[in-house]
Nanobody, 123 residues
Framework: VQLQASGGGLAQAGGSLRLSCAAS????????MGWFRQAPGKEREFVAT????????YYADPVKGRFTISRDNSKNTVYLQMNSLKPEDTAVYYC?????????????????WGQGTLVTVSS
C-alpha cells in the first residue's frame, strides 16, 4: 500500500487548508486511517482518525472543532479539512493506514505511512 499526501502549503492564521491522502495498491486491506503531525523539534503527534465506514471518528483535543477528517472509499482517499488555523498548527502532516485497527491514536498501530506534507501557518 502506498499513501500520497497532498494539499499542504502556507496559510494565514484563521485560514483553511484541506489535505488529501490517496491510497493505492492493496487498499482492500486497509481499515482505519489517520493523520499525524510533527512540528520542528517535537515528536509526532496524533491529529485525527477515522474508521473504514466513517462511523467512528476521533480527534486530538487541540484540533477538535476546527479540523474534520473524512474518507471516500470509492476514491481510496482520506481528507483533513483544517479551519481556523493557528500558528501552532504548523507542522509536517502525515497520513497513515492500519491493516488491523479500526481507529487509533497510536503511531505504532499503523502499518503504512505517507511521505508528509508541510503546513505553515503565519500569524
Amino acid at each position: 500500500v502506498q499513501l500520497q499526501a497532498s494539499g499542504g502549503g502556507l496559510a494565514q492564521a484563521g485560514g483553511s487548508l484541506r489535505l488529501s491522502c490517496a491510497a493505492s495498491g492493496g487498499t482492500g486491506s486497509i481499515y482505519g486511517m489517520g493523520w499525524f503531525r510533527q512540528a520542528p523539534g517535537k515528536e509526532r503527534e496524533f491529529v485525527a482518525t477515522i474508521s473504514r465506514s466513517g462511523g467512528s471518528i476521533y480527534y486530538a483535543d487541540p484540533v477538535k472543532g476546527r479540523f474534520t477528517i473524512s474518507r471516500d472509499n470509492s476514491k481510496n482517499t482520506v481528507y483533513l479539512q483544517m479551519n481556523s488555523l493557528k500558528p501552532e498548527d504548523t507542522a509536517v502532516y502525515y497520513c497513515a493506514a492500519s491493516r488491523y485497527h479500526s481507529t487509533s491514536s497510536q503511531p505504532y498501530e499503523y502499518n503504512y505511512w505517507g511521505q508528509g506534507t508541510l503546513v505553515t501557518v503565519s500569524s
